[in-house]
């Protein structure tokens, strides 16, 4: 696993799994420079499971962390979260 705040040049999109009620996930495909879901309004601050997307749509990796001071995104790459 590999954790950087420099954005792996094959991610391309965040998934987001916020809960938006019912049992049902926003699931939404937001731009990797985008920090708030341009569906739900979650915004990237480390409260939810947030998974790392290639253009192909495989996982690639996912959100480690956010620092609420800076707003500087860590991410978790590897070879693990490939499918």
Excluded at 4 to 9: A, H, K, L
Aim: aromatic share 8%.
């Amino acid at each position: 696993m590999r954790l950087t705040t420099i954005v792996d040049p094959e991610h391309k999109y965040w998934d987001c799994q916020k809960d938006i009620g019912g049992g049902e996930r926003c699931n939404t495909a937001n731009d990797v420079n985008e920090k708030e879901c341009r569906m739900c309004g979650y915004k990237l601050d480390g409260t939810e499971r947030i998974m790392a997307v290639n253009d192909n749509k495989e996982i690639i990796g996912e959100l480690h962390s956010v620092d609420p001071e800076t707003g500087v995104v860590t991410w978790e790459y590897g070879d693990d979260f490939e499918d």
